[in-house]
């Protein structure tokens, strides 16, 4: 069964002080790593996939990287604005259906 | 529409009470997935369908809970007889085809109480 593990469950940044949020993964055979923003009362809202170890994707102030067994997203200076839950979710080659295994998430909070 | 969505926004229930959730994806998708989501957790995969086809639905946790898509577009999802353990968001997605890489688009979801 995949199976999705986030840390840290919650984290509060002073508006410009960079830092990382883990995905650890266990899965049989990656078809995907993918990362959603999720607001409060919102759906997740898409923001990378990867695909194989070493793979790196940028949107703004948002990075994430890949390795065989995590994947990290850095969240560069962040702004109020950046405060969100973060979902992680792996798709497996064990499920020919397409469905998404997701972690709980990281909920970060930008303080002014 | 530009994006998923669902309706209704909210919905209350007596428990007992049969409920029906619905989903417009985005259009010309072929693939779309319900999934539950609890308060302070991730969501949980449910049903996904492929067109009119469902091809899994080992994620629905009873045989209280139905879904369909007739026409391989709107899809709904059945609840009878509600319990509180129900009381969840219901989120839907929907993507452009079939393969591994294809990104999963979200609606609002469906925030059901059940009293």
């Known amino acids: 069964e995949d199976q999705v593990t986030q840390s840290p469950e919650a984290l509060r940044l002073q508006e410009g002080e960079s830092s990382s949020l883990n995905c650890s993964y266990t899965?049989?055979?990656?078809?995907?790593l993918f990362w959603y923003r999720q607001d409060p009362g919102k759906g997740p809202e898409f923001l990378f996939t990867l695909y194989s170890a070493g793979e790196e994707k940028e949107k703004e102030r948002l990075k994430a990287t890949l390795t065989k067994k995590e994947s990290f997203l850095h969240i560069t200076a962040p702004k109020p604005e950046d405060s969100a839950t973060y979902l992680c979710a792996v798709r497996g080659r064990g499920n020919g259906n397409n469905r998404l295994a997701f972690g709980k998430g990281n909920q970060v909070v930008v303080i002014p | 529409g530009a994006g998923v969505s669902q309706s209704p926004r909210y919905k209350v229930a007596k428990r007992g009470q049969d409920v029906a959730l619905r989903c417009d994806p985005i259009?010309?998708?072929?693939?779309l997935f319900w999934y539950q989501q609890a308060l302070g957790q991730g969501p949980e995969f449910l049903t996904y369908f492929q067109n009119e086809a469902q091809l899994d639905k080992s994620g629905l946790p009873s045989d209280r809970f139905f879904a369909e898509r007739p026409e391989g577009s709107v899809s709904t999802l059945k609840i009878q007889r509600t319990q509180q353990e129900d009381s969840a968001v219901y989120l839907c997605?929907?993507?452009?085809?079939?393969?591994?890489?294809?990104?999963?688009?979200f609606g609002p979801g469906t925030r059901l109480t059940v009293l």
């Open positions: 899965v049989s055979g990656l078809r995907g």
């Open positions: 997605a929907s993507s452009l085809g079939t393969g591994g890489g294809n990104e999963q688009f």
């Open positions: 259009s010309g998708h072929v693939s």
